[in-house]
């Protein structure tokens, strides 16, 4: 598990989940530990486990292809039972005095044991995308395919970004024309091949501060051949990864409250619209001193799209409450701590993952640029747009989602393929005719 905030450490599960399936392995789940950023439950603790966040036990059950299982159970079936061994020696190799319960300890000593009886892949996103062959095809030619593109056999220059910005590669289009779009400058492909999957028993992807970190968007790292597959691993995280019924339950509690308070306060809107704001600051701004905005840049940056007197929904990090003053004389303001009642015996874990959801199903949004808060939101509200036919779906942009501060506003006004940074936004290519059959 990621040693950052939680929207860091989901796109790494999510990275996982997919890796694991692709691979035909069985994903184990790291113990329970303190989450960054998290705030202390009822009995001042901030323990978690990705059973706090997601149904594991439904999404086991309904994935004939996936198998899911905690480190203890891992290590009381294979490690204890002597079933590993040294990569270099070959040695049965026990964990350290045979504990097999790690939740909330010191994982250093785990750490090493697992560097000795496992593969570690050096699979550095920011240079390789990740390609799996299309099935009854061979390995080699997907390296052959990345060949010609790099030596522009077809007399098209190496591909940039920008060329498919409003022009998306169809979903089910040509794969050498998929991977043009996905490789973001990288200029070389990364294998997982039979030959890998037959000599390593256990493969370990490390969550360490290095180059093979994955923190971010799946999409952004892994290709495959077959477009259906693509297509199969988009809806896998849009319609298994998803909250578990906790977090939506408060969050859809959260949404009819703000509806019912806004038809209230203003008869006329009879749906209830209210818009939202997701605003980090804190530590954020310390490693992205370019989001650092005044409450006056923020009104500025969102009075246009956002009428005066409208109800807003702001999640934030914030923990001044006079720093909204400017943004108070203009709009009428909710937060989280407007639904004490309804909080009440909630893991507080849990309030920032309803908040996404909040936000996801505002008239507007303006999130911060670089926060993966922020972009997941702009990611359920993709989902969204092609759910219920939103106009801009086909393409792939978002009408009503903006960012701040406004040098990056309409970012997801148009099409844009992944580019770097990865983690800064989500990208059309994770909803955009995500249904295709």
Sequence with gaps: MDGSGWNNIRLGFENMMLLAHSMGRTLVIPPKRQIAHGMPDIHGSKI?????????????????????????????????????????????????????????????????????????????????????????????????????????????????????????????????????????????ICMYDSKMHAADDVVHFKAEENEER????????????????????????RDN??????????????VNTIRDYVRQRSPENTEGLYDAIHIRRRDFQSQFPMTEMSANTILAGIQDDIHPGSTIYISTDERDPT????????????????????????????????????????????????????????????????????PGHTSGALQNTYYLPSKWKREMSIYQAVHVPFYAREFPIAWRDIDKL
């Design 214 to 237: 994955l923190i971010l968007p799946f999409y952004a790292f892994m290709f495959w051949e077959d477009w259906r597959q693509q297509l199969f691993a988009m809806r896998f995280v």
């Design 323 to 390: 720093f909204f003053e400017p943004l108070r004389q203009v709009y009428d303001l909710k937060f989280i701590g407007d639904f004490g009642d309804m909080l009440k015996g909630v893991n507080p874990q849990l309030f920032g993952l309803a908040e996404q959801i909040v936000a996801s199903r505002s008239r507007v949004f303006f999130g911060t640029y670089y926060s993966s808060f922020s972009a997941y939101i702009a990611r359920l509200r993709g989902y969204y747009s092609v759910k219920e036919n939103q």
């Design 48 to 188: 978690i486990s990705f059973d706090d966040f997601y149904d594991i036990k439904a999404i086991n059950a309904k994935q004939n292809g996936l198998n899911i299982i905690s480190m203890e159970d891992f290590l009381e079936r294979e490690s204890v039972s002597g079933n590993l061994k040294s990569m270099t020696t070959g040695e049965v190799i026990y964990p350290p005095n045979n504990q097999v319960d790690w939740n909330n300890q010191r994982l250093e000593p785990l750490l090493s044991y697992l560097s000795i009886i496992s593969r570690t892949f050096n699979w550095n996103p920011k240079e390789c995308v990740l390609a799996f062959s299309a099935k009854g095809t061979d390995d080699q030619h997907l390296f052959s395919m990345m060949a010609d593109v790099l030596i522009e056999k077809d007399g098209r220059p190496f591909p940039d970004y920008s060329e498919f910005q409003g022009k998306p590669v169809n979903v089910d289009g040509p794969a050498q024309e998929r991977l043009r779009e996905v490789l973001a400058g990288r200029r070389k």
């Design 241 to 254: 990864l998803v909250y578990n019924d906790a977090i939506f339950c408060l969050a859809a509690r959260m």
